[in-house]
Structure formats: C-alpha cells, structure tokens
C-alpha cells in the first residue's frame, strides 16, 4: 500500500519549534517532488513548501520563508519540515503530498500532488 503518515505536530507556544516529519512507503519517492501543505476550518488548503527529487530546489511560502526549512532523505524516504518561530497564524493541519509528475518544476498547486497523507495538528498559542 502506497501511503505517506505524517507525525510531529502539537501543542505548542509562539516563538517555539516544531519538526514535522513524513514518512512514505510502498513505493520508492526519490525521483518525486514533495510538499507540505497547511489547511485550517473553512479555508482551502494553502501551499507551505516544496523540494525536489535532489534537494537542490525548494520553495516556501512567503511568510514562512526564513523560519521552516524543508529537507528529505531519500534513503530512508522521508521528508522533515522543522518550523523554527512559530506564530499563532501558523496554526493548522499541516499534510504531506507526494508529486508523481515528474515536472522538472515545483508546483505549488495542490493538483499537482496526487498522493496525501492524513494530516497532523500543528497549534500554536500566543
């Protein structure tokens, strides 16, 4: 079964850290981009950032550029997202996607991503 599970999110307070991590099995994921996107109630699901099959491109939302860092290992197939500063808006259902397109771009667009995981709470009080 080809599925990706998210684990890492929580509870935690403005200014901390949270790792998320997204682990991926039943197929090998290193020749495919992924991403993370972020949702909350009565909002559609936003793009939060983006590496390549290499790790040698990746792409961040504006206002988490600077504070989360994406990065993936593909021998053990598996994509981290370590947010550093978190703030109360960044409160969420942070998911993995999975880009099986092989576009040499990154896409930002949740159409582009055909395989998802369940999701994990990410809540950030002020």
């Known amino acids: 079964q080809v599925q990706l599970v998210e684990s890492g999110g929580g509870l935690v307070q403005a200014g901390g850290s949270l790792r998320l991590s997204c682990a991926a099995s039943g197929r090998t994921f290193s020749t495919f981009a992924m991403g993370w996107f972020r949702q909350v109630p009565t909002k559609e699901r936003e793009f939060v950032a983006a590496i390549n099959w290499s790790g040698n491109t990746i792409s961040y939302l504006d206002s988490v550029n600077g504070r989360f860092t994406i990065s993936r290992d593909n021998a053990k197939n598996a994509v981290i997202l370590q947010m550093n500063t978190l703030k109360p808006e960044d409160t969420a259902v942070y998911y993995c996607?999975?880009?099986?397109?092989?576009?040499?771009?990154?896409?930002?667009?949740?159409?582009?991503?055909?395989?998802w995981g369940q999701g994990t709470q990410v809540t950030v009080s002020s």
């Open positions: 996607a999975a880009d099986f397109s092989q576009s040499r771009f990154i896409s930002h667009s949740t159409d582009s991503y055909s395989l």
